[in-house]
């Protein structure tokens, strides 16, 4: 049974900075994608940013230059470092892996992140 745990959200300025970290069990984490989502109320779910087993990373045009996603595979953890933060990044954050052996994604319970002065 994959479970994700994220954790690292909270509530910080804009222009601030947060690591958003996503803990995975029961999976061969090394081989599967990772991705963060959000999802600001009354919005869709979209893609933040994603990673391959292989290291590729992808990101939406609004957090590039100010979010890096990484994993570490020996933690089975994987990262969302966030700069620069802006109001309209306040979110639940969502960590999703992708298995590469069956193509089932995997959600984890959230963590809301709120950026306010």
């Known amino acids: 049974q994959v479970q994700l745990v994220e954790s690292g959200g909270g509530l910080v300025q804009p222009g601030g900075s947060l690591r958003l970290s996503c803990a995975a069990s029961?999976?061969?984490?090394?081989?599967?994608?990772m991705g963060w989502y959000r999802q600001a109320p009354g919005k869709q779910r979209q893609l933040v940013a994603a990673i391959t087993g292989g290291g590729s990373t992808n990101y939406a045009d609004s957090v590039k230059g100010r979010f890096t996603i990484s994993r570490d595979n020996a933690k089975k953890t994987v990262y969302l470092q966030m700069n620069s933060l802006k109001p309209e990044d306040t979110a639940v954050y969502y960590c999703?892996?992708?298995?590469?052996?069956?193509?089932?994604?995997?959600w984890g319970q959230g963590t809301q992140v709120t950026v306010s002065s």
């Open positions: 999703k892996l992708t298995s590469r052996a069956t193509g089932n994604d995997y």
């Open positions: 029961g999976s061969r984490f090394s081989s599967n994608a």
